[in-house]
């Protein structure tokens, strides 16, 4: 933890002496609530948000305990495979950023059923090699998943950017705390194994959501033309 302080302090560092000032444009406050309460695209992606993140984190949260219990990977190996999940995590980045300012759907809608696809086969992935397979594409999913969310948000709300990414950090929040909490429960009363099918019933409903909004925008389009 020393080690990691001392790189994040660095970082910081080259941040402050590289980066040229941006000063906060747009920025919204409290007042700005209910109106970005009255934009109901918004409010469903937010819905989205909780949904996702919550059938993540149910799965990420007890990863370890599957690795060893269902896959049978060693204690000692875990921490490579994680570190590997880590790694792969910077290419979703890489392509999120390259691809969302001209297909942020398609980066939306591949992500989100990517990641439906990964936890519904993590039940049955009981072998290693489709495990490690399934945690990278996980991996590169949920990376680039977060980066294109937080630019759709921002989007919606280009009026009061700093409160409609605060709500949006929030509800990731709540994601975390509720995934974990889930996952928990469903580790203690079903079993480890389950916890795949059960981050993927969370998925599901957020990508016909997702799928919901695309579809109404488009026959808007349509109509005005």
Same mark, same amino acid.
């Given at each position: ?45 937010? *819905?989205?948000? %909780?949904?996702? @993140?919550? +059938?993540? &984190?149910?799965?990420?949260? $007890?990863?370890?305990? =599957? !690795?060893?219990? #269902? ?12 570190? *590997?999940?880590? %790694?792969?995590? @910077?290419? +979703?980045? &890489?392509?999120?950023?390259? $691809?969302?300012?001209? =297909? !942020?759907?398609? #980066? ?118």
């Amino acid at each position: 933890f020393k080690f990691i302080a001392v790189i994040s302090a660095l970082i910081a560092l080259l941040f402050i002496v590289l980066l040229p000032p941006l000063p906060s444009q747009n920025t919204g406050s409290i007042k700005s609530i209910p109106e970005l309460a009255r934009n109901k695209i918004l409010m469903r992606v937010y *819905v989205m948000i %909780i949904l996702i @993140v919550t +059938g993540h &984190f149910i799965c990420y949260t $007890y990863i370890r305990p =599957y !690795l060893h219990e #269902v896959v049978g990977v060693e204690p000692s190996t875990v921490v490579y495979i994680l570190f *590997v999940y880590g %790694i792969t995590g @910077v290419l +979703g980045i &890489f392509l999120a950023g390259k $691809y969302m300012d001209r =297909y !942020l759907k398609v #980066v939306l809608v591949s992500a989100v059923a990517a990641l439906l696809a990964c936890f519904a086969l993590l039940g049955l992935a009981a072998k290693l090699p489709l495990a490690v397979g399934v945690l990278i594409i996980w991996s590169i999913a949920m990376s680039a998943l977060g980066l294109a969310m937080q630019s759709w948000v921002l989007r919606l709300a280009p009026q009061a950017a700093d409160a409609a990414i605060s709500v949006y950090s929030s509800l990731y929040n709540v994601g975390i705390g509720s995934g974990a909490l889930i996952g928990g429960l469903v580790v203690e009363h079903l079993s480890t194994d389950h916890i795949g099918f059960i981050s993927a019933a969370f998925l599901l409903p957020a990508i016909l959501i997702l799928l919901s909004i695309h579809a109404k925008k488009e026959s808007g389009e349509k109509q005005a033309e």
